[in-house]
């Protein structure tokens, strides 16, 4: 069972930046693609970023998020990141780390495994 537990989440002022982390239990995460997903209030769960396994050299992002948020890994410290720049309130959500996809990157269900989630609010 791998464990996630996400940090970083906060208030900013539209325009602003935040950096989440998502932490693991084991090393093992260096083998699966990781992601991120989001939840508005009221609203389903969508996709938001996804890395590659290991090293991490493919990424895909959403439109929605596309030229604004970065993420990466670092495996050593089993660890990936959402950069989020220029933030906007339609960001705000409670954002979700997931790892061990199998099948479609970009579908909630086909993740194995998920962190506990972390608040973003964007205010204008």
């Known amino acids: 069972q791998v464990l996630l537990v996400e940090s970083g989440g906060g208030s900013v002022q539209a325009g602003g930046s935040l950096r989440l982390s998502c932490a693991a239990s084991?090393?093992?995460?260096?083998?699966?693609?990781m992601g991120w997903f989001r939840q508005a209030a009221g609203k389903e769960r969508e996709f938001v970023a996804v890395i590659s396994a290991n090293s991490g050299t493919t990424t895909f992002y959403a439109a929605s998020v596309q030229g604004r948020f970065t993420i990466s890994r670092d495996s050593a410290k089993e660890t990936v990141y959402l950069l989020m720049n220029g933030l906007k309130p339609e960001d705000t959500a409670v954002y979700y780390c997931?790892?061990?996809?199998?099948?479609?990157?970009?579908?909630?269900?086909?993740?194995?495994?998920w962190g506990q989630g972390t608040q973003v609010t964007v205010s204008s």
């Open positions: 997931a790892a061990d996809p199998d099948g479609n990157w970009d579908r909630a269900e086909d993740y194995a495994y």
């Open positions: 084991e090393h093992k995460i260096w083998t699966y693609p």
